[in-house]
């Protein structure tokens, strides 16, 4: 029986979810925009012109255009509070040096990343005085029109090596947040798991080692308890779908059950689940030119150690109710 969002929802329970409704509504909303813009003659010059400089502009790999008034939006502080998302450090962390955070578990959409560092939602640039932690997203989210420059304004860049490269070069306290799992892992992502795909990715390692910056692993508690999921098993026909279009596009499509506005049985937006964001101790890397695998393992086994152990610490606290320990699946 589907169970209905009662009446005598307090108001502040009501702005929560708008504010989760208008973020998942993001990118519908300037696609619709777009199109209508496409749609009417009169727009036409303007969107000739915006494309030719959307395809020539490099803002995306330099982190730039970030807006403190679009990030301290009351509305992120609603949205914050649905969850409720939290962030725990575990150290200070000086800000006269640059930082690689690595975002864990990926989870659906990895919407405890947005909240807690695209956002000031949770106050992330009071807990980390002095530094500038830009979240880092897909490239091809920014060859979308709108949608880019609406990601930009929360300081969001692309994942490329050479946008993260130019932010750590920026100065003392610019930082890099990257969900190392990426699109494969969010395929793994089940409630009460903790799967991570990271054995093999030396790639962040790198570009920490390039630029001098400490390697800072974040496990976030709750991230993968926010949607159900189909389950895909390798071999399935929906297993291969998921998978080419990982391919093809660089993304994936896990097909996920949230919550409505009005029924909290199904729906696309996510479920109240507390996420704790637990940001571990700085791993101080050697600067490197050009490291090999080899030389990243030595940091990578470090990390992959730390992870394990703010899982250890943790894990009764904020996953009491877990179906399995932290696991790195590949």
Same mark, same amino acid.
């Given at each position: 029986?589907?169970?209905?969002?009662?009446?005598?929802?307090?108001?502040?329970?009501?702005?929560?979810?708008?504010?989760?409704?208008?973020?998942?509504?993001?990118?519908?909303?300037?696609?619709?925009?777009?199109?209508?813009?496409?749609?009417? +003659?009169?727009?036409?010059?303007?969107?000739?012109?915006?494309?030719?400089?959307? =395809?020539?502009?490099?803002? +995306?790999?330099?982190?730039?255009?970030?807006?403190?008034?679009?990030?301290?939006? +009351?509305?992120?502080?609603?949205?914050?509070? *649905?969850?409720?998302?939290?962030?725990? /450090?575990?150290?200070?962390?000086?800000?006269?040096?640059?930082?690689?955070?690595?975002?864990?578990?990926?989870?659906? $959409?990895?919407?405890?990343? !947005?909240?807690?560092?695209?956002?000031?939602?949770?106050?992330?640039?009071?807990?980390?005085?002095?530094?500038?932690?830009?979240?880092?997203?897909?490239?091809?989210?920014?060859?979308?029109?709108?949608? &880019? @420059?609406?990601?930009?304004?929360?300081?969001?860049?692309?994942?490329?090596?050479?946008?993260?490269?130019?932010?750590?070069?920026?100065?003392?306290?610019?930082?890099?947040?990257?969900?190392?799992?990426?699109?494969?892992?969010?395929?793994?992502? =089940?409630?009460? #798991? =903790?799967?991570?795909?990271? /054995? &093999?990715?030396?790639? *962040?390692?790198?570009?920490?080692?390039? %630029?001098?910056?400490?390697?800072?692993?974040?496990?976030?508690?709750?991230?993968?308890?926010?949607? @159900?999921?189909?389950?895909?098993?390798?071999? #399935? !026909?929906?297993?291969?779908?998921?998978?080419?279009?990982?391919?093809?596009?660089?993304?994936?499509?896990?097909?996920?059950?949230?919550?409505? $506005?009005?029924?909290?049985?199904?729906?696309?937006?996510?479920?109240?689940?507390?996420?704790?964001?637990?940001?571990?101790?700085?791993?101080?890397? /050697?600067?490197?030119? %050009?490291?090999?695998?080899?030389?990243?393992?030595?940091?990578?086994?470090? =990390?992959?150690?730390?992870?394990?152990?703010?899982?250890? /610490?943790?894990?009764?606290?904020?996953?009491?109710?877990?179906?399995?320990?932290?696991?790195?699946?590949?």
């Amino acid at each position: 029986m589907v169970e209905f969002a009662p009446l005598n929802v307090p108001l502040q329970r009501r702005r929560q979810t708008l504010s989760v409704f208008l973020w998942a509504s993001f990118l519908p909303i300037c696609l619709t925009s777009f199109l209508l813009c496409l749609s009417i +003659p009169i727009f036409w010059p303007l969107m000739i012109i915006y494309l030719i400089w959307a =395809y020539f502009d490099k803002a +995306p790999r330099e982190g730039s255009r970030k807006s403190e008034w679009m990030r301290r939006l +009351p509305l992120w502080r609603w949205f914050v509070e *649905f969850f409720p998302i939290q962030i725990v /450090k575990e150290a200070e962390l000086d800000p006269k040096h640059n930082y690689l955070f690595g975002y864990h578990p990926h989870g659906i $959409i990895a919407v405890g990343a !947005w909240g807690a560092f695209g956002t000031e939602g949770a106050n992330v640039s009071e807990v980390f005085p002095g530094l500038d932690i830009r979240l880092m997203t897909l490239d091809s989210n920014f060859n979308v029109p709108f949608y &880019r @420059d609406l990601l930009m304004s929360f300081g969001l860049a692309s994942v490329a090596r050479k946008s993260c490269n130019n932010i750590l070069q920026k100065g003392p306290g610019h930082s890099c947040m990257i969900v190392v799992g990426g699109a494969s892992e969010s395929l793994t992502a =089940y409630r009460g #798991t =903790y799967n991570l795909i990271l /054995k &093999r990715r030396y790639g *962040f390692v790198k570009v920490a080692m390039r %630029n001098g910056a400490r390697l800072v692993p974040v496990l976030a508690f709750g991230e993968t308890e926010v949607y @159900d999921q189909v389950k895909s098993k390798p071999g #399935t !026909w929906l297993h291969a779908i998921q998978q080419k279009i990982q391919m093809i596009f660089g993304f994936t499509t896990p097909i996920a059950i949230g919550r409505g $506005i009005f029924v909290y049985d199904f729906g696309a937006l996510p479920r109240r689940c507390p996420i704790h964001i637990v940001v571990g101790k700085p791993i101080e890397v /050697k600067q490197m030119d %050009n490291p090999s695998n080899d030389d990243a393992k030595v940091y990578h086994e470090q =990390y992959m150690s730390q992870l394990q152990e703010l899982f250890d /610490k943790y894990k009764d606290t904020y996953a009491a109710d877990r179906q399995g320990d932290l696991v790195f699946v590949e």
